[in-house]
């Protein structure tokens, strides 16, 4: 899958692309809200983790947005998971390549109906 991660933290960033691109996917990130929009109004992406807070800016709306228009979206936070919408895929950070890997495996059977995989 290609995915867009959203991330303010540099290191953070480079360490779950770098587990993304382990793990046989393709990512792209984006530091900030308007780098996102950015990002998704010049590529295609099959889905996002987005960290709840992003430069101290909610990734909510944006989140919610991108569901509605039927993306596959993952919301990231070390603080507080009931933060995200209660039938979101919630990642927990601090990120590991397991907790990665088992998001992506929750994230499978949606992307196998979201995207037309058989």
């Known amino acids: 899958m290609r995915i867009l991660l959203v991330e303010d933290c540099a290191a953070t ?3 779950v692309s770098e587990a993304l691109t382990s793990l046989g996917h393709e990512a792209d990130v984006a530091c900030s809200i308007e780098s996102t929009a950015e990002l998704i109004a010049r590529s295609a992406y099959d889905a996002f983790i987005l960290d709840l807070n992003v430069c101290g800016v909610s ?3 944006v989140g ?4 509605l ?4 979206v993952c919301f990231a936070s070390g603080v507080d998971p ?3 919408p209660s039938d979101a895929l919630f990642l927990s950070k601090p990120y590991t390549l397991d907790g990665v ?3 992506l495996a929750r ?3 949606l992307a ?3 995207l037309g995989f058989h």
Do not use: I, V
Not at 69 to 72: E, K, S
């Open 13 to 15: 960033a480079e360490q």
């Open 59 to 61: 990734t909510l709306e």
């Open 64 to 67: 919610e947005q991108l569901r």
């Open 69 to 72: 228009a039927g993306h596959l």
């Open 82 to 84: 009931q933060s995200a």
């Open 101 to 103: 890997a088992d998001m």
């Open 107 to 109: 994230l499978s059977p």
């Open 112 to 114: 196998r109906r979201t």
